[in-house]
């Protein structure tokens, strides 16, 4: 009975989970008009494939995927590579001010991003990256976040004798690093580039203020679509469903594999 | 193995190295975040500091030094106060129910359970799912007139709820979207730690004849104390920056005002008012002293926050 | 033997292709991120010139880059299309980090004179012989597009935005109005007759609002004034002016009967209210003809056009800029040139609605006699050409937008009942003052 209330429960987080993309999927397979019926409809009309052909046709989106494919790849795989480095380094190192400066790095959580988007703007203005991939890509390359997972991670699941066996048969620290603590730091790693792919994937804020719609990623591109054309919302959500899907695919595939690595690496505390 | 023993004389310079490489390389691994970070989060911040002391737009080329005077007016502005006001509201509306939910959702979850991994996927759903998507979706939602929501309301003889025209209401619907995102996310995170709660706690406080209820507070909680605060934490710092929510939602309900977050700004986020300001008042100088200003609420919110959990935690044990 | 380090070290083989791939998809940013430039001057048979054209809203030109294309097939055309306010603050974001504007810039009338006032950001477009364009032009449309001074030309014009007035048949009908356009005029000489006239059809119909929100009303009602938002010292004249309270107190009466349907223009909501029918009346300049036309499709023949109240009036219109940092000003002002000339014009007209600025066409009979089934056979040429004619083109300040933007949000106030007039116009006055 009551796991069967736990069931019920559960299923109903589930469906309020996916019924906006649902829904949205169901907007976006019909004409502008079906928005304005009562009671509004709840099962996918017959329109999707045009209306995402329309999509293409009114934004550069293969260049979008294209781009945001290729910037949220390289930013996933530099933060868990530089993440990894450093937090090895605060794990299983010790260094005078290794504490004073992993507390500097978690309190830079703290800096809100907006923050920096003015000066950030002017800068990238001066270097004339504005408008360049590389004014997402560079300031993305490290992030406090990640660093802090992985010493957290690295520091419960890599064992110290590991290490110290490496030693013994005479390992630099960049070879212990190379060679025993990449592929220990692999589940973890992995949860990371996956959040970090996602994150820098659905980055909104920053890619809208630096490039122009020649030049988008997804996010860029969803935002022409929403306002450009007297605000169509079946072209909107047309191309939010082609621009999510991808990802959603990714994740439903891959998916055990990426909750048990957040299983394993998510912070403990 | 990759080294031999060496003869005796490069044996010295071996061990100098060996000294070396312990010492420094612990530095040069931790070298790339800090390096990158002075450049893109230090160096803004500073800057921001620099041109929030002047009269400095986008469109002119002089900056004129006015010392605090951006300041001074900035306590004096209605509208500063205003967005200050809309972002703890939105923010406890948003981030306090989420995380109760959150937690309750990984109580359920940590149990054996059929079909665990596809439960847990579906909360994450909503996470993957881009800002755009998620406003333009629950603004449509929360339409006026032909919006989904209403449309239920209205079998309980409530009609037509402007939701973006009400302060309050405006504020439910954007915490709404924000919780929507975030809930899951969080929950698996709570999830993770509870799983490392050994079960023999469990075990003898069911045979103590402990409920369900009780054993969340009296040993759950207590347990992952440390991963509620770095969440609290988190989360207290994301709902001091939002912006995309308000700022779609403004363009997307039809209640006019986008920059404003309404007309009356009724849903005016401190980032948002920062985003008005800066691009596209296109008045840097004051939008620097206002984000600055906006930093240290974040601060202050964070700290007060991070010593509220870890008291509250205290208070189970 | 093996420790647990070699074994570790087999392992480790792994990160050199993860890394190697990593490194790969660095450099592949990069080239995304430059990839717009290649694409512009490389490949292909000629050299092929890519033009981008930023834009507003549709104006209707895709057509015209198709036979654009036939007799150029050197040259691709490129649209972007934002968000009205969205695309005038980019606009000056570009032109200020001289990055990122497109080769040709839609400049709505609104802010025009932000524009022509920074003259050394655009190129002039009298070096590629386009003052030769002045006899076409309606004057005053001509000299909006000149640079403060008089001496460059910066920018030719699309469109003017003449005044009518468009209602819904099926509803006047059903409020026990006349429907017959010429019928419908004579209710509403001046706008208070037409906020009578709302009154009594909202005694009448009570699932539709008579209009769908007065910030475009306001905007109509200033327009046909003399003078406007500013004077013609550039000063901001709101708090001042007798006609922009007028026009202020007029528009309010309309929220404070409850007349509207609160839709803010260009809003998905009110686009959705087109479709249903929301509201029986909207303020028709001649481009929005092209809004209603495209939102509410299923509405053909419901629709028709009288004469605006209170005179005429411009509202809108648009000129077309070269920024100086595209790569092809040359290529670009012969497009500008193409897009605005006499016979496109008039064809955009008849496809989109957007009305030309060239008066030589008004008198034109395919213009005069041209009607549209959508709206009921309406005479648009004519009923546009005579607003156009009968203009009285007012002066426009150069922060036009921001002052809109700031009078809009108290129109918004007291339409949603969070202010009463007086409150909302004490807040207008002060954040005008701070428009800078």
């Known amino acids: 009975m009551r796991r069967r209330l736990t069931h019920l429960t559960l299923l109903a987080v589930a469906f309020f989970s996916v019924f906006p993309l649902y829904y949205s999927v169901v907007v976006a397979s019909r004409h502008n008009s079906a928005l304005a019926e009562v009671p509004p409809p709840l099962l996918p009309g017959g329109n999707f494939l045009a209306n995402v052909q329309r999509v293409f046709d009114t934004v550069p989106f293969a260049l979008a995927l294209l781009n945001s494919f290729l910037v949220a790849g390289s930013i996933a795989i530099a933060v868990m590579f530089f993440s990894t480095l450093a937090g090895f380094a605060f794990a299983k190192l010790s260094f005078r001010g290794r504490n004073i400066l992993l507390l500097i790095t978690v309190a830079t959580m703290m800096v809100p991003a907006q923050l920096g988007i003015i000066p950030l703007y002017m800068l990238m203005a001066k270097i004339e990256w504005t408008g360049s991939m590389y004014a997402l890509v560079v300031p993305a390359l490290v992030n406090a976040f990640g660093v802090f997972f992985m010493t957290q991670y690295l520091s419960r699941a890599l064992p110290t004798e590991l290490l110290e066996a490496g030693r013994v048969d005479g390992a630099t620290t960049w070879g212990l690093f190379w060679h025993v603590v990449l592929p220990a730091a692999r589940p973890a790693a992995a949860v990371l580039g996956m959040l970090t792919f996602m994150s820098a994937w659905n980055d909104y804020f920053w890619p809208l203020v630096v490039l122009t719609p020649e030049n988008p990623t997804v996010q860029v591109a969803l935002s022409t679509l929403a306002s450009g054309y007297v605000n169509d919302y079946v072209l909107g959500l047309s191309g939010t469903a082609v621009g999510t899907l991808p990802l959603i695919l990714v994740f439903v595939l891959l998916g055990k594999q990426i909750i048990g690595g957040i299983m394993q690496g998510a912070v403990k505390g | ?317 | 033997m093996a420790t647990p380090y070699s074994q570790a070290r087999r392992f480790g083989r792994l990160a050199v292709p993860v890394l190697t791939a990593s490194a790969l998809a660095l450099a592949l940013a990069a080239c995304g991120g430059g990839s717009q430039q290649t694409a512009d001057t490389g490949g292909g048979t000629a050299e092929k010139v890519t033009l981008s054209v930023a834009l507003f809203g549709d104006f209707g030109f895709k057509p015209l880059y198709e036979e654009y294309r036939k007799t150029h097939p050197d040259v691709e055309i490129v649209e972007r299309v934002t968000q009205f306010n969205d695309h005038h603050n980019n606009l000056v974001k570009r032109l200020a980090t001289n990055a990122g504007a497109a080769d040709v810039e839609a400049v709505e009338v609104g802010y025009i004179s932000s524009f022509t006032s920074q003259p050394d950001k655009f190129h002039d477009l009298k070096q590629y012989g386009l003052d030769k364009r002045q006899g076409d032009y309606l004057d005053w449309k001509w000299q909006q597009g000149l640079s403060k001074n008089g001496s460059r030309l910066l920018g030719l014009g699309t469109d003017v935005g003449g005044l009518a007035m468009c209602y819904r048949k099926d509803l006047f009908e059903k409020a026990g109005l006349p429907t017959d356009r010429e019928k419908v005029a004579e209710l509403w000489p001046t706008w208070e007759q037409y906020i009578d006239t709302g009154k009594k059809f909202a005694a009448n119909v009570k699932d539709a609002k008579f209009v769908d929100s007065p910030g475009e009303i306001f905007r109509a009602i200033v327009n046909q004034a003399p003078v406007g938002l500013y004077d013609a010292q550039d000063q901001i004249v709101v708090a001042t002016n007798p006609e922009v309270k007028k026009a202020w107190d007029l528009s309010n009466q309309l929220s404070l009967n409850g007349l509207s349907a609160k839709l803010a223009a260009f809003s998905p909501p009110w686009n959705t209210g087109f479709a249903k029918g929301s509201f029986a009346t909207i303020i028709c300049p001649a481009w929005m003809t092209g809004y209603i036309q495209e939102q509410a499709k299923d509405a053909a023949g419901k629709w028709d056009i009288a004469k605006v109240p209170g005179g005429s009036g411009n509202s809108g219109g648009s000129h077309l800029l070269l920024p100086k940092q595209g790569k092809h000003p040359e290529e670009a002002a012969e497009l500008i040139d193409f897009l605005t000339s006499k016979d496109n014009q008039a064809r955009v007209f008849k496809e989109e609605g957007t009305f030309p600025s060239i008066p030589a066409l008004y008198d034109d009979p395919s213009i005069q006699s041209f009607t549209k089934p959508f709206f009921g056979d309406a005479p648009i040429g004519k009923i546009y050409s005579d607003a156009a004619r009968t203009l009285k083109p007012q002066h426009l300040g150069p922060k036009e937008g921001d002052v809109r933007v700031a009078v809009g949000d108290g129109l918004g106030r007291v339409e949603q009942g969070k202010q009463t007039p007086d409150e909302a116009w004490a807040q207008v006055v002060a954040d005008v003052e701070k428009i800078k």
Request: with cysteine; hydrophobic share 55%.
């Open chain 2, 1 to 317: 193995m990759a080294t031999l023993p060496a003869a005796v004389p490069g044996r010295r310079r071996r061990l100098v190295r060996h000294a070396l490489d312990l010492k420094l390389s612990p530095y040069a691994y931790v070298a790339p975040f800090f390096l990158l970070f002075c450049a893109f989060g230090v160096f803004p911040l500073i800057f921001t500091a620099w041109v929030s002391l002047h009269e400095w737009t986008l469109t002119s080329d002089t900056h004129t030094f006015i010392g605090v005077e951006n300041f001074g007016t900035l306590l004096g502005d209605g509208y500063f106060w205003n967005a200050t006001f809309n972002t703890f509201s939105i923010g406890v509306l948003s981030t306090a129910p989420q995380l109760v939910l959150a937690i309750w959702l990984a109580h359920l979850l940590n149990r054996p359970l059929r079909a665990q991994t596809f439960f847990r996927i579906t909360l994450l759903v909503p996470n993957v799912t881009s800002v755009v998507a998620v406003v333009v979706i629950f603004s449509q939602l929360f339409g006026r007139d032909y919006g989904l929501i209403n449309w239920m309301l209205s079998w309980f003889g409530i009609e037509g709820v402007a939701w973006a025209e009400g302060t309050a209401t405006s504020h439910v619907a954007i915490s709404v979207m924000i919780m929507w995102r975030w809930t899951g996310y969080n929950a698996l995170i709570f999830l993770a730690a509870m799983q490392a709660v050994p079960r023999e706690l469990y075990e003898a406080a069911t045979i103590d004849g402990a409920s369900n209820l009780t054993q969340l507070k009296k040993i759950t909680i207590p347990m992952i104390r440390p991963t509620i605060i770095f969440v609290v934490t988190v989360s207290t710092i994301g709902a001091m920056q939002i912006l995309a929510e308000p700022l779609l939602f403004g363009a997307g309900s039809g209640a006019g005002g986008i920059t404003s977050g309404g007309p009356d700004r009724q849903f005016q986020t401190l980032a948002l008012y920062v985003y008005d300001l800066g691009f596209t008042k296109f008045d840097f100088g004051y939008a620097s002293a206002a984000s600055w200003v906006m930093f240290l609420f974040v601060v202050v919110a964070a700290g007060v926050n991070y010593l509220l959990t870890r008291r509250l935690g205290g208070a189970f044990k």
